[in-house]
Nanobody
């Protein structure tokens, strides 16, 4: 059974940092595109960052320069390093995996086959 399990969320003050992890099990995801999405209360889920199987990364403009996505294929794990957090970053963060995603396909949640359960990130002002 394929599972994605996020961890690392929590409460942090504005300007602080968190690192989210997404551990995948049930299959090897080295050929998959991996993405991080978030959903704030009352808003639609939105793309945050994505990474293709060869290492190329894509980051939403609002988090560019603050968030970094990376992956460790040997550990089947993808990370989201979040620095200089702002209250507007408060949301539930989800990781997702989709086969051979690249480029613009990473941005749409419809292209992902597997999702984690989400982890809450709360940034206080």
């Amino acid at each position: 059974q394929v599972q994605l399990v996020e961890s690392g969320g929590g409460l942090v003050q504005a300007g602080g940092s968190l690192r989210l992890s997404c551990a995948a099990s049930g299959r090897t995801f080295s050929s998959y595109g991996m993405g991080w999405f978030r959903q704030a209360p009352g808003k639609e889920r939105e793309f945050v960052a994505g990474m293709i199987w060869s290492g190329g990364t894509y980051v939403q403009d609002s988090v560019k320069g603050r968030f970094t996505i990376s992956r460790d294929n040997a550990k089947n794990t993808v990370y989201l390093q979040m620095n200089n957090l702002k209250p507007e970053d408060t949301a539930v963060y989800y990781c997702a995996a989709g086969p051979r995603l690249y480029g613009a396909y990473l941005y749409s949640e419809r292209n992902y086959d597997y999702w984690g359960q989400g982890t809450q990130v709360t940034v206080s002002s």
